[in-house]
């Protein structure tokens, strides 16, 4: 399994970004997908799942700001984040899995928002 993240990066508050997920390894369009992210000195956070069916799931905070996507042909999953917040500062991971299996990160990709 590989999971290869990009797109981060610095924000101002309100702004926008776009992270990409590139994943090799396994049956890519049979499997849930999750975007999760860890401040540094606490815990990992699940953000948001998207499913084999293309059903979504994500957490409260981010509900209305942020999308999650696949493009099954091109094994990768995306995660648009819109209206950023300082909170939303964190090394964000891709990983195979849904909300409550997830496994098998990448190396992550650094978004920090600020003014």
């Known amino acids: 399994v590989q999971l290869v993240e990009s797109g981060g990066g610095l924000a101002q508050p309100g702004g926008s970004l776009r992270l990409s997920c590139a994943a090799s390894?396994?049956?890519?369009?049979?499997?849930?997908m999750t975007w999760a992210r860890q401040v540094s000195g606490k815990g990992l956070e699940w953000v948001s799942s998207i499913y084999f069916d293309s059903g979504t799931t994500y957490l409260d905070s981010v509900k209305g700001r942020f999308t999650i996507s696949r493009d099954n042909a091109k094994n990768a999953v995306y995660l648009e984040m819109n209206n950023l917040k300082p909170e939303d500062t964190a090394v964000y991971y891709c990983?195979?899995?849904?909300?409550?299996?997830?496994?098998?990160r990448g190396q992550g990709t650094q978004v920090t928002v600020s003014s």
């Open positions: 390894g396994f049956t890519f369009s049979t499997s849930a």
């Open positions: 990983a195979r899995g849904g909300r409550s299996t997830y496994r098998d």
